[in-house]
């Protein structure tokens, strides 16, 4: 149907039958596409064409249209296959961003970790006199706790003499140091932890929390 139509066409320019735009769209054309001219000029070199030449004519424009179309086929697939492979890429990226945010944070965290303790190197003990009470569930817990909870923000060494008062649940309550005009850095992270730490037994009590260098 196509061919016959694009034969029409040339017949009706070539014998003049066109209007002037139908004339200029087909001239148009045939400046894009050699063998549409070659078949016009052909076209117009013959006195009348017979059934034969028609029909090798229209041969010729269906090659000619299967050709391009297979042309536009071949251009069709291999930017659908760029496409594919495009997404493909982009998949395959974003995968691998999940797993990196994924994992990376935990290796951070670890690493995180190591610095944190590798900067707390501070640890605590109790000396070997306590005095007035002791904690319920007995020294060697009671140091542990200490040590469990000591961050050691401040660096420094050395002992601190402490006193507190019991209240009747077994809080401590009223945490001072003794000092001699200047209190030790870590005092104020001890006073917490005493007072937020396990029950005692008794009313009042004196401690000697020795502040030191972990040994690594």
């Avoid at 001219?37 to 076209?43: H, V």
């Avoid at 930017?79 to 290796?107: E, I, K, N």
Wanted: aromatic share 10%; proline share 3%; net charge negative.
């Amino acid at each position: 149907m196509e061919n016959n139509y694009q034969l029409s066409r040339i017949h009706n320019y070539v014998n003049g039958l066109m209007s002037r735009e139908e004339m200029y769209e087909l001239e148009k054309e045939a400046l894009n596409d050699p063998f549409l001219q070659d078949a016009i000029d052909g076209y117009a070199l013959q006195d009348g064409v017979d059934a034969g030449q028609l029909s090798l004519l229209q041969k010729r424009l269906a090659a000619r249209v299967e050709t391009q179309s297979l042309a536009k086929n071949r251009r069709f697939y291999s930017w659908q296959r760029l496409a594919v492979g495009m997404a493909a890429a982009v998949m395959f990226v974003t995968v691998c961003t999940l797993l990196l945010l994924r994992y990376l944070p935990q290796r951070t965290a670890g690493l995180t970790e190591v610095e944190i303790m590798q900067e707390h190197t501070y640890s605590v003990s109790l000396q070997s006199y306590q005095e007035g009470a002791e904690p319920i569930e007995g020294w060697p817990a009671y140091e542990d706790y200490l040590n469990k909870n000591f961050q050691g923000d401040h660096y420094e060494e050395g002992v601190l003499h402490i006193t507190f008062k019991i209240d009747e649940n077994g809080k401590p309550f009223e945490v001072h140091e003794e000092t001699n005009g200047r209190g030790h850095l870590s005092f104020d992270e001890l006073r917490k932890i005493i007072e937020n730490g396990p029950k005692w037994k008794g009313g009042q009590a004196r401690i000697a929390v020795d502040v030191h260098k972990m040994k690594l």
